[in-house]
């Protein structure tokens, strides 16, 4: 997106109602315009007081009361600026709302479904948002207005007050600030965007080590890991100095223009005060205007310059976060019951290596489904495909006779839900975990469930507030796994895959775990559980055997009497 399109992306977001943000940005106008006026007055009250005082004429009373105009001007202009930035800061804190919302919403199915999802670079992406918003619309988008509008005016009575000479020497100096500036942020964008590139890369690469601390300090890894961050350290560094490099370029060519501009005007108007051509309050008016220009114009510059980074980084949110239809993400459905699944032909591929192949089977509702085979045979694949998370290229998958890719995404997850190999616990306490939706689970049936699947090998009481840690780390494989076999047990989906959700499990607690899923199961969810343990297969309705690329699906007995490979697999004592 370019920075005009980012600049008109966040304009139009302001303008619109639902961020409720008009009033606030009519107010920060209004308190704007009314300080471009004063600003222009200042100076032309200065003059007058000056004037009198020359010239020796007028009243005490008249100079002190333009005197004290200018003051009051001065003070209220400074007063009203602190003002209108508590209403910019509301601006801001609205239009950051509403981009994270956004493109979290946009984001999370995404890394959800994709394995590859970067979700460290959409964390930075988003700490840096508010701060991006704040350069943008405070330092730029508010000044850049009113400073306009201010130049105008102060150039008109300029233009009125002294000869033209003086309006041609403020518009050329005023023109090669503009093209200076120009070029600079052009040079200034392409660098900006390495240098973000180069932030999104450090925080990818740090979060990934903080996410996988005990892998690298059990493996005696510290030290190269400590080294793999600073490249990363290294690399921004080296993209920030060439940002810095332009910055200062860019500064000492605009501050070189502004300066020679001063000067030049200040050796005319002395000049013109001793030729008697100005009077000694123009010459204080066109002081007053030129550094009353001067100053914000160098802050300006320099917010130029830091903008680049900043419109990239917002740049990337709103493209992370567009194009999401404004729907509810989980439609409420009557569908009710448990559901039968059908594989037709199914194959899939991930690049040239095909996973799957012809894969054909029917599931009855409510069915017991056991799925085994060989790692890397295309378990999870295929459960994935049933869920509809992945697409297969080949055949179809029907729910209940309807096929699921004319099923939109968040209703599949409702009709399918999977458990993935690895469970991701929340940072929270037992309790939210486990009762996390979609499930119904009661906390005194929580409690009954985990006490009777020994969560505590002791028995002790369990502490549903305690506290689980990252990603569960105070917990232990199996207990992970038993909280969230609880959870799904009070799930009502018209199907559930457990993807190796009992492997942690010893084998009573699985065989309790999974009665106690099928009991509960019981004309209402088609169960299928991903597992390398046969054990259950004797029990399962189906039983799914994975293969080179081949899929055979029948009981356990008849598999093992027609399937050599099953029968193989089975004697192997998986
Ligand atoms: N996102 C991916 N990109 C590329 N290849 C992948 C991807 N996911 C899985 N694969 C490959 O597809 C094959 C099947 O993987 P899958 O996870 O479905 O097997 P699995 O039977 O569930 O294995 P396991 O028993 O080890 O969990 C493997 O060779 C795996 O490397």
Request: charged share 20%; glycine share 8%; hydrophobic share 50%.
């Amino acid at each position: 997106m370019t920075s005009f399109g980012v600049i008109r992306r966040l304009v139009a977001m302001i303008g619109r109602p639902s961020l409720s943000a008009r009033r606030d940005a009519a107010s920060a106008i209004a308190i704007e315009l009314a300080n471009v006026a004063l600003g222009v007055s200042a100076p032309v009250l200065l003059k007058l007081a000056v004037d009198a005082l020359t010239a020796g004429t007028g009243p005490l009373g008249l100079i002190v009361l333009y005197v004290a105009g200018f003051v009051i001007a001065w003070t209220a202009t400074n007063a009203m600026t602190a003002l209108k930035y508590t209403f910019t800061i509301r601006i801001i804190d609205k239009l950051a709302r509403r981009i994270a919302l956004d493109t979290v919403r946009a984001q999370l199915p995404t890394l959800a479904r994709k394995r590859e999802g970067d979700s460290a670079r959409l964390q930075g992406v988003l700490e840096r948002l508010p701060f991006s918003l704040q350069i943008v619309i405070d330092g730029l988008l508010w000044r850049m207005a009113p400073l306009i509008a201010q130049t105008l005016i102060s150039l008109a009575i300029v233009g009125a007050l002294a000869p033209p000479s003086y309006v041609a020497m403020m518009g050329a100096a005023l023109g090669l600030y503009i093209i200076a500036t120009g070029h600079g942020a052009g040079r200034f964008q392409e660098a900006a965007r390495t240098a973000h590139e180069a932030a999104a890369c450090q925080a990818q690469t740090v979060g990934d080590i903080l996410r996988n601390a005990r892998r690298v300090v059990f493996n005696g890894n510290l030290a190269a890991e400590r080294d793999r961050i600073d490249e990363a350290l290294v690399a921004r560094r080296a993209a920030n100095e060439a940002v810095s490099q332009l910055i200062a370029a860019t500064a000492t060519f605009q501050s070189a223009v502004l300066a020679a501009g001063l000067s030049v005007l200040l050796i005319l108007g002395t000049a013109d005060v001793s030729a008697g051509r100005l009077t000694v309050g123009d010459f204080v008016l066109l002081q007053a205007y030129a550094f009353r220009l001067a100053l914000p114009l160098g802050g300006f510059g320099y917010v130029i310059r830091q903008a680049g980074v900043s419109i990239a980084n917002i740049s990337e949110a709103l493209e992370l976060g567009g194009g999401i239809p404004d729907k509810h993400l989980l439609p409420a459905s009557e569908r009710a019951g448990p559901a039968a699944i059908e594989l037709d032909d199914i194959g899939f591929r991930y690049g040239e290596e095909w996973v799957l192949r012809d894969a054909s089977a029917y599931i009855a509702p409510g069915a017991f489904v056991v799925m085994v085979g060989p790692n890397g045979s295309g378990k999870s694949t295929l459960a994935q495909i049933i869920a509809g998370i992945i697409a297969p290229e080949e055949g179809a998958v029907s729910i209940d006779g309807r096929p699921l890719r004319e099923i939109e995404p968040d209703e599949r997850h409702w009709l399918v839900l999977y458990a993935p190999q690895s469970i991701g616990l929340f940072n929270r306490t037992l309790r939210e975990n486990a009762l996390y939706p979609p499930t119904q689970v009661a906390e005194a049936e929580l409690a009954s469930l985990l006490d009777e699947w020994r969560f505590y090998e002791s028995g002790r009481p369990i502490d549903l507030d305690l506290a689980v840690g990252e990603q569960g780390a105070r917990l232990s494989g199996g207990q992970m796994q038993k909280l969230e076999l609880a959870r799904l047990a009070g799930v009502s989906a018209p199907v559930v895959i457990l993807d190796e959700t009992t492997s942690a499990l010893d084998r009573t607690s699985e065989a309790r775990a999974i009665r106690t899923l099928k009991e509960r199961y019981r004309d209402r969810t088609t169960l299928i559980l991903i597992t390398h343990r046969v054990a259950l297969a004797p029990e399962a309705d189906v039983v799914l055997f994975l293969e080179n690329g081949g899929l055979e699906a029948g009981r356990h007995e008849t598999l093992l009497r027609e399937c050599p490979g099953y029968e193989r697999f089975c004697s192997l004592g998986a």
